[in-house]
Each structure stands twice: as C-alpha cells, then as structure tokens.
C-alpha cells in the first residue's frame, strides 16, 4: 500500500501563489503516476493534474498554464505549484497514487488540504 500526507495549503489572496507538497510512503516503487485532484464544496472530485512514470504531465483545462507539477523521486514528493490563484480554485486539495501491484491497479489517497483563494 501507499500512504500519502499532504502540506500546504492555506489562505492566499487571488493573484497569489501556493505550493502544495505530498509525501509518500509505503510501497512507492509500485507507483506508476501521481498528481493531485480536488473537491469544491458542493462538486464531485476533479482531476487537477497527474505525472505518469512515463515523464508526461496532463492537467485539467482550467489550470494549465497556472500550475506545474514536480516530482522529486529521491525523497517520495511530490508537489503542486499554483500561480495566479484565483477564487474558483477555492477546494480541498487531495494528493493521489496509482501503484501497480501485479496486474492490479489500487488508488491511494491522501487526507486533503484546504486552499482557499480569497478575492
């Protein structure tokens, strides 16, 4: 299994910057992509960004060229950058990993952080 912890969040004026962190535990050699949904009072969860093992980075419409993943293999992090805030990214951030094991995908979440952008 993966556990995932995340930092960062926070209250930032709309304009401003964040940067989210994610640590990961466990079984991250069994990781094949990692990224970061997030859950807007009121919305089903939606996808922010992932980065595949194979050195792609997709992210939603509504945040690219705003926000930039990195990895950071070394130390297990993984991190979310986001520039020019604006209210609508207002949500719960939660840090995610899609670990292999065999022929089985299994999905593993983190507990979320609040980013709350005000205008």
């Known amino acids: 299994q993966v556990r995932l912890v995340e930092s960062g969040g926070g209250l930032v004026q709309a304009g401003g910057s964040l940067r989210l962190s994610c640590a990961a535990s466990?079984?991250?050699?069994?990781?094949?992509?990692i990224g970061w949904h997030r859950q807007i009072a009121g919305k089903q969860r939606e996808l922010v960004g992932v980065?595949?093992?194979?050195?792609?980075?997709n992210y939603a419409d509504s945040v690219k060229g705003r926000f930039t993943i990195s990895r950071d293999n070394a130390k297990n992090m993984v991190y979310l950058q986001m520039n020019n805030l604006k209210p609508e990214d207002t949500a719960v951030y939660y840090c995610?990993?899609?670990?292999?094991?065999?022929?089985?995908?299994?999905?593993?979440w983190g507990q979320g952080t609040q980013v709350t952008v005000s205008s």
């Open positions: 995610y990993a899609r670990a292999l094991f065999g022929p089985i995908p299994i999905t593993s």
């Open positions: 466990g079984s991250t050699s069994n990781i094949n992509a």
């Open positions: 980065s595949n093992d194979g050195g792609t980075t």
